[in-house]
């Protein structure tokens, strides 16, 4: 027996499994946004995964992205933009409630408790990254390209990432968050964001062998399925694994980011003399982007070092309002996808020159009571 609850943005589909019990199974399905989120995608992840995970017949979540290219590029960054522009200063209503729900549904897959398995194919980039992070057992392809790339429209790694990337080998964290490189699935296993490497053509194999799988009610029992089945699957892919980054760069990341101070580790980064492809193109990135963010993403990071995951989500809460209500992020967004002409005028043109009360400003609460105060 078969049951789907299905809307036109993302599907929902409980799936009958060999015990008796369900497979959830979610599909991001904008294919022609690279399943980027909205706001009404994320509340009805909201309804439904809240609801999945109270029902002890739902034994294991599976989330997906529709098609071929993209597990999720990030929000739906132009809607986010309309609400930017057209409530200047904010409240950015909008906006500011897709972060709010946004980041309830991340902090939910992280607590979901029964197994989450993410299948992160394709471009998992910025908010997909957030879902992506929240699971249980993440699993990468050989054309998994993630990043958290939001120094180039003005804003920081948010989605939980000023958790994640705290959490990785030495300062490669705090280098992906300013360079906003991407990364591919030997990357992602190397930093600790993936727990199994598997080819996408095995996808199906991965559904049918979930269904026949005799769930318990016990969910440490459920967690131990997934692994033995996911780990078979990851040992017959073995050989497609590409070639990583970086941790053959680990020791000249650490390097460029061992400064006196965040503007002398902005400049090092941008001024590098590499001939590695992928450092260029790191240094490039950064250069180009806003160094308001630049100089924002490591202060973002060591305010939320050391806090538990629901701290840093009513964190990121307070510096993503305080960013949306900024011009700086518009105007990225403007340059980037608006108007493309990859152009964007920024409030300033050196690190240097990025007061440090107008970093203090962003991180501090722009209201009385978090909206997240209750997650």
Known sequence: MEKRLMTEEVLFEERETASGLKLGIVTLN???TL???????VEQMLTTLSDWRQRSEIACVFIR????KAFCAGGDVQALYRSAVEQPGGPCEYAERFFEVEYRVDYLIHQMGKPVIVWGHGIVMGGGMGIFAGGSYRVVTEKSRLAMPEITIGLYPDVGGSYFLNRTPGSTGLFLALTGVPFNAADALYLGMAEGFIQHEKLDSVLEALVDTPWSTGVGDN????????RGFAEQSTGALPEGNVEA???AIDGLCDQTDDTAMIEAIINLDSDN??????SATLAAGSM???RLIPAQLRRCAGMNLKDVFQQELITSTNTVRHPEF???VRALLIDKDRNPQWRYAAAADVPADEIDARLTAPWDSNPLADI
């Open 223 to 230: 967690h131990e399925r997934v692994l033995e089945l996911m």
């Open 249 to 251: 760069q680990a020791a």
């Open 330 to 332: 518009a105007e990225g």
């Open 30 to 32: 904008v294919e022609k």
């Open 65 to 68: 992205g529709a098609g071929d």
């Open 292 to 294: 308001l963010s630049a």
């Open 277 to 282: 492809p992928w450092l260029q193109k790191a």
């Open 35 to 41: 399943n980027s989120l909205t706001l009404n995608m």
